[in-house]
């Protein structure tokens, strides 16, 4: 117990991140402070929004430091502790380091019970892609029975819980993903009505239109670009636009010139509201009841990419842009 591999910000990345963006790194295992804990990881989540905290700018969360490990989601299991409230063997979920052992202040944790659910289960349905799910669905798309809803980047974490999550109210869900395997999960497992494949499709605008005889909503967009492009100007009157994530543009090393969007959102009524999860902090725990509920109760469902091995935790991030996720992008730390 005394080496702590870490995963570091090696540079920051302009455009696509590669190999070079990261270093891998030891140093010996740190010990706790007053009032804190040793955190050994379990599992580290894999998360698109990590790519903007490369970059050194102005957002909603705090730039990565070069030199310094990455965070994100971790859930771990105490292993020393200096807090009444946590003991060595409890598990908890957090903001932690890209390494072995993270030291943590205890009010920055959350205890789970890995006997209610599996624990990878606090980074993904009941923990920040869930609830992201959860509260742009409900509280921004709003959706009602017989409505149409899309869903962009429908196969990755969010976008299957989004979903299923209208399905449950009633909705005709239409998912876009980037594979025919994603597309045949959506449609046959999680019972999305349609489906398209925006890699193959000769035209989605008219796939849309097929998918979506009725226009279209709501629209839970999670990756912008083209595909975004061509639902908007599909939209019924007061349509709902939940703007949650914009993984096509992440990259881009300059500002792209698209279609000016405004005046047809005007003319419809609708409403497109950006987000982030942290927005509905003081409504955790109405979203973590409702899809605790529905996943023990078997509504939702769930997939997980599990990549073995800290060190290959860079390799796990550049696969999100390659699409290679379906469902919720994990690596396992522990052996």
Request: charged share 20%; hydrophobic share 40%; aromatic share 8%.
């Amino acid at each position: 117990m005394n080496k702590n591999r870490q995963i570091l910000l090696a540079q920051r990345p302009q455009g696509l991140p590669d190999q070079s963006t990261f270093e891998f790194a030891e140093t010996t295992v740190p010990d706790p402070g007053d009032n804190q804990v040793l955190v050994r990881a379990h599992y580290l989540s894999v998360d698109p929004y990590m790519r903007g905290r490369m970059n050194d700018a102005k957002s909603y969360a705090t730039p990565f430091e070069v030199g310094k490990p990455l965070t994100g989601g971790v859930v771990g299991e105490i292993a020393a502790s200096n807090h009444d409230d946590f003991q060595p063997g409890d598990f908890v979920s957090g903001n932690l380091d890209w390494a072995d052992y993270t030291i943590a202040e205890g009010a920055t944790l959350q205890k789970i019970n890995p006997d209610n659910t599996p624990i990878t289960t606090a980074l993904y349905v009941t923990g920040m892609p869930g609830l992201t799910a959860y509260f742009g669905l409900m509280d921004i798309c709003q959706p009602k029975t017989g409505e149409t809803v899309v869903v962009s980047g429908a196969a990755g974490a969010v976008g299957m819980i989004v979903g299923q999550i209208a399905k449950l109210h009633g909705c005709r869900v239409v998912g876009i993903a980037g594979s025919d395997e994603k597309i045949a999960y959506l449609q046959d497992e999680l019972g999305f009505d349609a489906a398209i494949n925006y890699k193959t499709t000769n035209n989605i605008r008219e796939d849309l239109k097929n998918a979506c005889p009725n226009g279209i909503d709501a629209y839970f967009d999670n990756v912008g670009g083209d595909i975004t492009d061509a639902v908007l100007f599909q939209l019924n009157f007061h349509a709902r636009v939940a703007l949650c994530g914009q993984i096509a543009h992440y990259n881009a090393e300059k500002v792209e010139q698209g279609p000016r969007i405004l005046p047809y959102l005007l003319t419809r009524s609708v409403l497109l509201k950006g987000f982030i999860v942290r927005d509905y902090a003081e409504r955790y725990e109405e979203g973590i009841n409702d899809l605790s509920k529905w996943l023990q109760e078997g509504k939702i469902t769930y997939e997980e990419n599990i990549i073995e091995g800290l060190e290959n935790a860079p390799e796990a991030f550049l696969g999100l842009f390659r699409g290679e996720n379906l469902g919720k992008q994990l690596v396992k730390v522990i052996e």
